[in-house]
């Protein structure tokens, strides 16, 4: 069977969310202690943690929710209110949730959908809006965090991205 535009998408996009990017992030919680996990350059910046937890909440919602129509509350605000320095091997494990959820999600997912429109969001969107925005998003977010170990651990990562599963 000759694989279809829809179908590539969706591979890439679990591939990117659950293998590449997510492997990036798993990489700077195994160099960075808990005090650097939780460590802002001022108030207004979001430790590599509050984006750990954001990253999840935001998955478990998108994908998880809305496009697998997982039962999941979320509550932004505590994702970037945490103050309490949560320990790399329960991020790590709120992580692992997480992606294992979007991973099942976007596997079982029918390809035939992604033009579909949700009323699961505040505004019309399709499926494959959903799955852009957020594979986007996610990978800002990683971008931030790897950003954020290179300041905090200089050598910890030289071309983390060539490492990672999935590149």
């Known amino acids: 069977m000759e694989p279809t535009t829809d179908r590539v998408f ?8 659950t293998v590449h990017l997510t492997g ?3 990489a700077c919680l195994e160099v960075l202690n808990d005090q650097q996990i939780w460590w802002r350059a001022n108030e207004s910046s979001n430790a590599v943690g509050n984006l750990v937890l954001h990253c999840v909440g ?6 998880g929710h809305i496009v697998g ?12 209110a945490e103050r309490r320095e949560i320990a790399a ?5 709120r992580l692992d949730l997480g992606v294992a959820e979007a991973d099942e999600v976007l596997a079982e997912f029918d390809p035939a959908r992604l033009l579909e429109e949700t009323d699961r969001t505040p505004e019309p969107s ?3 809006q959903v799955i852009g925005m957020q594979l986007v998003h996610y990978a800002t977010h990683t971008g931030q965090i790897v950003f954020a170990t290179k300041l905090l ?15």
Do not use: C, M
């Open 58 to 63: 935001s998955t478990r919602h998108y994908i």
């Open 89 to 93: 091997a329960e991020l790590r494990a």
């Open 10 to 17: 969706l591979d890439i996009a679990r591939s990117r969310l």
């Open 153 to 167: 651990k200089a050598d910890a990562l030289d071309d983390v991205w060539k490492r990672t599963p999935g590149h």
């Open 24 to 26: 990036q992030i798993r």
């Open 126 to 128: 399709t499926f494959l």
């Open 69 to 80: 129509n997982r039962d999941f509350a979320r509550d932004r605000d505590a994702e970037f």
